[in-house]
């Protein structure tokens, strides 16, 4: 991919990022196939059906445990439509967690794109640093641009 289409894809999913309800962290997800078709979208937010009331957003020991990251919403909107990510790219704002990277890893995303210059947070740097590892170490590819 040319950096012009990778800070296209990039956009499209800051500016999905911004459908979440998420008052404090808002990420987006594009899964592009190799031929630059879109093929999955995503944004932080509960499951379908799933209640977002301020209350639940705003209290983090009530939120954390509903709300789907963008990466998961992004495979799994793939997977209730019967569409494969292999071989695909994640588009994603931010990067991804552990509990994410699992699931790229799982979904057989083959390269993960991330914003560069982000500052990560201390309470997030960690996890942050664990994830990489095991993207890295499954063979999945990381890139910021």
């Given at each position: 991919?040319?950096?012009?289409?990778?800070?296209?894809?990039?956009?499209?999913?800051?500016?999905?990022?911004?459908?979440?309800?998420?008052?404090?962290?808002?990420?987006?997800c594009?899964?592009?196939?190799?031929?630059?078709?879109?093929?999955?979208?995503?944004?932080?937010?509960?499951?379908?059906?799933?209640?977002?009331?301020?209350?639940?957003?705003?209290?983090?020991?009530?939120?954390?445990p509903?709300?789907?990251?963008?990466?998961?919403?992004?495979?799994?909107?793939?997977?209730?439509?019967?569409?494969?990510?292999?071989?695909?790219?994640?588009?994603?704002?931010?990067?991804?967690?552990?509990?994410?990277?699992?699931?790229?890893?799982?979904?057989?995303?083959?390269?993960?794109?991330?914003?560069?210059?982000?500052?990560?947070?201390?309470?997030?740097?960690?996890?942050?640093?664990?994830?990489?590892?095991?993207?890295r170490?499954?063979?999945?590819?990381?890139?910021?641009?």
């Open positions: 991919m040319t950096e012009k289409w990778d800070n296209r894809f990039l956009q499209l999913a800051e500016h999905i990022s911004k459908w979440s309800k998420d008052p404090s962290t808002k990420v987006g594009v899964v592009v196939g190799p031929d630059r078709e879109i093929r999955s979208t995503g944004f932080n937010g509960f499951p379908r059906g799933i209640d977002d009331s301020e209350e639940r957003l705003t209290n983090r020991d009530l939120k954390y509903l709300i789907c990251h963008a990466e998961e919403n992004a495979i799994m909107h793939a997977a209730r439509i019967g569409l494969s990510l292999k071989d695909c790219t994640a588009y994603v704002t931010w990067p991804p967690c552990t509990r994410c990277a699992r699931s790229l890893i799982q979904a057989g995303i083959s390269e993960v794109v991330i914003p560069s210059g982000l500052e990560i947070p201390d309470r997030w740097r960690e996890d942050f640093e664990l994830s990489m590892s095991l993207m170490e499954s063979g999945l590819n990381i890139r910021s641009v």
